[in-house]
């Protein structure tokens, strides 16, 4: 049993295997779900507190939308990301979209949302599939979800205010591991059947259960942007006891869940940039919002009213 921190947090690995690459032979870990950290609990809501919660089926990429583009972060750039996205909304997201041109395009998801939701692929490295990324360090077959959920909650202490039309933004970080772990706080992956355990690294699921990413997203926001520079400030997290720090206001909080039937004990990665490895540190996602505003607006009141609707 070997001991790794990182921002404080010690993980505890034990039966993990370590993947070698050229970004050294700590980039890529895997640990058995069972002896992953317990889950974090929940903030219990108070009487004031928002929690309904909203989802929409976006699908799951079953048309395999993918490029190395970065909307968010590198517009105008094609293949800046130098890793390959999966889409799911909005089918149109790449380097050279506008405002104009996501509002005006089809949309995977129920119910007419049109956002704009997308995280790296998951690949199983030597087990066929090639594509141009293969230079980048990134190879292997890529996996197509087997599920993807996606729902907005409320905000533990208060009712939640509309997203702005086009708001754009991010969780986890592309550089999690180069960075040394900057801003993976909220990183998860588990197994579809242990919930009580997360971890940081690859999980080893037991027979039977699918591995799971979860990208939890900020929700408290500025009130005037939508987008920051650092893609970021405009939109940050809430205090332990779900408050919204000052001068923001809370917005529906995004959660995506995306699972996996990855084959047994194989060595999955995901998509990264060459410096980070294909470590799970690395993992993040990205969403831009393109609801119209009276789809919002339904989507706040049924959280405000503490309902459950599937758009």
Partial sequence: ???????????????????????????????????????????VASADGSTGSWRVDCG??????????NLVVTPRVVGAAHHLHDYVGNVSTNA????????????????????????PVLRVPGDGGSDEHDAHGNEGRVLTPAA????????????????????RTA???????????????????????????????????????????????????????LDSPDHSSHLVFPTTVGACPPATFPVPQLRIEVAYAVPKDADYTVDTFPEDGRSAL??????????????????????????????
């Avoid at 907005?152 to 708001?167: K, Y």
């Fill in 1 to 43: 049993m070997r001991r790794f921190a990182w921002l404080g947090i010690v993980v505890v690995v034990a039966g993990c295997g370590v993947l070698g690459d050229d970004a050294g032979d700590e980039a890529i870990r895997y640990v058995a779900i069972a002896d992953a950290p317990e889950a974090p609990a929940a903030v």
């Fill in 60 to 69: 799951r990429n079953e048309r395999g939308i993918r490029n190395s583009d």
């Fill in 96 to 119: 050279f979209s506008t405002d104009r041109s996501l509002a005006a395009a089809a949309t995977t998801c129920r119910g007419g949302d049109k956002s704009s939701y997308y995280w």
């Fill in 148 to 167: 993807v959920t996606i729902e907005f909650r409320g905000n533990p202490v208060s009712d939640v205010v509309p997203m702005p039309e086009f708001l």
């Fill in 171 to 225: 969780t986890g970080n592309a550089h999690g591991f180069s960075q040394g772990g900057k801003n993976t706080s909220h990183l998860q992956w588990t197994c579809s059947g242990t919930r009580d355990r997360v971890t940081k690294d690859y999980p080893r699921c037991p027979e039977g259960q699918q591995t799971v990413r979860g990208f939890d997203f900020p929700s408290c926001w500025n009130g005037k942007s």
């Fill in 282 to 311: 690395a993992d993040h996602s990205h969403f831009i919002n393109v609801m119209p505003p009276a789809l919002m607006d339904r989507l706040v009141a049924c959280i405000n009213e503490n309902r459950a609707c599937t758009a």
